[in-house]
Nanobody, 125 residues
């Protein structure tokens, strides 16, 4: 199983980025996917998650209303659209997947089975 995260970069506050997570060698329709982030000296936190069908979505309070998670099952890809970025959004962003028959998604990092390599997002003020 491979998860390839891409789309990170450096932007000014108020800008936008779209992260992509391409999933291979996993039955994508059974994959719940989460986006996590980790800044230096902090724990990895869940930013957004989407169920395998896409019918259930969750966001952390810190990004609610600014970030949008979506999935394209035809492309085996999950996206994280990040708008109105703030300096505190600066972190390495990781996508993670869990193969499941359940309709919901895990909320804790240790419940995910597969991880991408991370992509750096830097927001300057």
């Amino acid at each position: 199983v491979q998860l390839q995260a891409s789309g990170g970069g450096s932007v000014q506050a108020g800008g936008s980025l779209r992260l992509s997570c391409a999933v291979s060698r996993l039955t994508f329709s059974r994959a719940a996917v989460g986006w996590f982030r980790q800044a230096p000296g902090t724990e990895r936190e869940l930013v957004a998650a989407i169920s395998r069908s896409g019918s259930s979505i969750s966001y952390s309070d810190s990004v609610k209303g600014r970030f949008t998670i979506s999935r394209d099952n035809a492309k085996n890809t999950v996206y994280l659209q990040m708008n109105s970025l703030k300096p505190e959004d600066t972190a390495v962003y990781y996508c993670a997947a869990k193969s499941t028959i359940l309709t919901h998604f895990p909320l804790r990092a240790n419940e995910y089975d597969f991880w991408g390599q991370g992509t750096q997002v830097t927001v300057s003020s």
